[in-house]
Structure formats: structure tokens, C-alpha cells
């Protein structure tokens, strides 16, 4: 995995200074929405957060209760999130680390979540791999990422990037987009048991017009699931 954002964001991460930083924020506390419909149990649960960044889903986990350790590539970034876990007052541990190559023991975590993650990976098979290895029989993935096709390059890439502005220039390569079914398939080719996909959408929030996610009947953009470790 390779970071796309500048080592002066990571300083920032948790101000609330940046839009995009807001809406990172935002999304954490929406996909809590969409993770519970699963199972809304996490007291306890060895918990990977990969992708972690800033620690906005780690935080989320670690104060329902889950065991987190979060995992990125981004030393700057894993440094402000170690910091404001520590002022918290919340165990996260942050591992630098890429999901080519996970820095943890097989089958030591009960449930993975990458978010915002498999779209910027430069091996989406070994990533996948990788958090089969480290789930225990029976673990579940939840994932969300892009879809691949001509809409989700214009709404994801120019629109977002450029007209909107909701997200730094550069932050997505439409080529490392995954079409769901291409993404079932590499996963029940590693033997998980794939759940129905459902789509996302960014939606104005409250306060200063920053955005949140909800869900679509549609996975032509965004779109988010979960598999179980069979």
C-alpha cells in the first residue's frame, strides 16, 4: 500500500481544519451504521483496522469495545494517530505496516475492516490474502471501495477531486478501481463466504456542508460488504 497524501496532512488529521478530513470523520461514524446490521457485538473482538490513517475508524472500534490494532503504511500519520489514542484515553495499537504483508500472527484477529483502502493498493490478491491469513476461521471482512466503470471515474475523480474539491487532487488512480464481481470472485476464490454487496453514496451532512455516506440500492459507484473466513 502507498499513501497519497502529503505528510502535512498527518498533523492536521484530527483538527477538523480540513474538509476532507471532516468527512473522513463523518464516514467513521456512518459505517458504524452499516457494520452493525452484521453483528453489532465488538466487546472484545481482536479488530484490524487496515488503512487505518489518522485512526478515525480505529477510534470508532476501539470505543465499542473492540481490541484494535491499526495497520498503515503512513509513518507520519500513524505518529498523530498514536498520539490522539493516548489523549483519548483509548488501547489502540498502530503497526506500520503494508497489506501485502501484514506484521501479524495467522488467524490472531476475529474481524477485519478496510475502508477507503483496496482502491489505493498496488496488489489487491495479496492484500486479500493477507487478511484471510490473519482472520481466524470464522472472522468476517467488511470492506467498502469504487466501483470501476466510466461513472465512478467521473463522480470519483474529477467531480470529487477537482469541481467539488472534497478530496486532494490525486487522491484516486480509477485504474485500481474494483468492480464487485470481480472482487467476489477473488474472495470466494480464497474461500469466503461473500455476502450481497449494497452501494454507497456521499450525502450533505450537518454543519459546515460536510459529507456523509448512506446507502444505495445501486454498487455502480461506491459499495460496501462483508465475508466470512470459511
Excluded at 10 to 36: C, E, F, H, P, V
Excluded at 171 to 189: S, V, Y
Aim: charged content about 20%; proline content about 5%; overall charge neutral.
Amino acid at each position: 500500500m502507498k499513501h497519497y497524501i502529503s505528510d502535512e496532512s498527518a498533523a492536521t488529521w484530527w483538527t477538523g481544519s480540513r474538509r476532507w478530513q471532516r468527512m473522513l470523520a463523518n464516514q467513521a461514524r456512518i459505517r458504524m451504521k452499516y457494520l452493525d446490521r452484521i453483528d453489532p457485538n465488538w466487546e472484545g473482538l481482536e479488530t484490524l483496522d487496515l488503512g487505518c490513517a489518522g485512526g478515525f475508524m480505529a477510534e470508532t472500534l476501539a470505543r465499542r469495545g473492540a481490541q484494535v490494532t491499526g495497520i498503515d503504511p503512513w509513518a507520519a500519520v500513524l505518529k498523530t494517530a498514536a498520539g490522539h489514542a493516548q489523549q483519548s484515553s483509548l488501547d489502540v495499537r498502530y503497526l506500520a505496516g503494508a497489506g501485502e504483508s501484514l506484521p501479524l500472527d495467522d488467524g490472531s484477529m476475529d474481524r477485519v475492516v478496510c475502508v477507503d483502502t483496496l482502491e489505493h493498493v498496488s496488489n489487491v490478491a495479496a492484500v486479500l490474502a493477507e487478511i484471510r491469513r490473519v482472520l481466524c476461521p470464522g472472522g468476517i471482512l467488511f470492506f467498502d471501495t469504487v466501483n470501476r466503470n466510466w461513472l465512478s471515474r467521473l463522480l470519483v475523480v474529477p467531480m470529487a477531486e477537482v469541481v467539488l474539491r472534497l478530496l486532494p487532487p490525486g487522491t484516486h488512480d480509477p485504474g485500481k478501481f474494483i468492480r464487485p464481481a470481480e472482487l467476489r470472485a477473488q474472495l470466494e476464490g480464497l474461500g469466503f463466504r461473500v455476502a450481497p454487496m449494497v452501494g454507497m453514496r456521499p450525502a450533505l451532512g450537518l454543519g459546515r456542508l460536510d459529507t456523509v455516506l448512506g446507502l444505495l440500492p445501486t454498487t455502480a459507484v461506491m459499495y460496501a460488504g462483508h465475508a466470512v473466513r470459511t
